[in-house]
Nanobody
């Protein structure tokens, strides 16, 4: 199982970024994919998750309305569109695969290496 994140970077507050998670072909169907983030000195926290067929999505309360998760199984890719970014969104963002769309990072079993997102004020 391989997951590779990309799309992180530096953005000003109020700006947008789209993160991508490239998923190995054997993983893309049948697994839910989630995004989590970890800021320095803080625990890893769930951001959003999507079922294998894209029919179910779940978000952390603080991200709903600003972040959108989607997937394109034909491209073996899951996306996280992040709008209205705030300095407190600064973190390393990880994508992960699991058996269901959990709302806790601990419910995902396989993890990518992460991509840094920095939001300046």
């Amino acid at each position: 199982v391989q997951l590779v994140e990309s799309g992180g970077g530096l953005v000003q507050a109020g700006g947008s970024l789209r993160l991508s998670c490239a998923v190995s072909a054997r993983t893309v169907s049948g697994y839910a994919i989630g995004w989590a983030r970890q800021a320095p000195g803080k625990e890893r926290e769930f951001v959003a998750g999507i079922s294998w067929d894209g029919q179910l999505t779940r978000y952390a309360d603080s991200m709903e309305g600003r972040f959108t998760i989607s997937r394109d199984n034909a491209k073996n890719t899951v996306y996280l569109q992040m709008n209205s970014l705030k300095p407190e969104d600064t973190a390393v963002y990880y994508c992960a695969a699991g058996p269901a769309v959990g709302i806790a990072a601990s419910q995902y079993y396989y993890w990518g290496q992460g991509t840094q997102v920095t939001v300046s004020s």
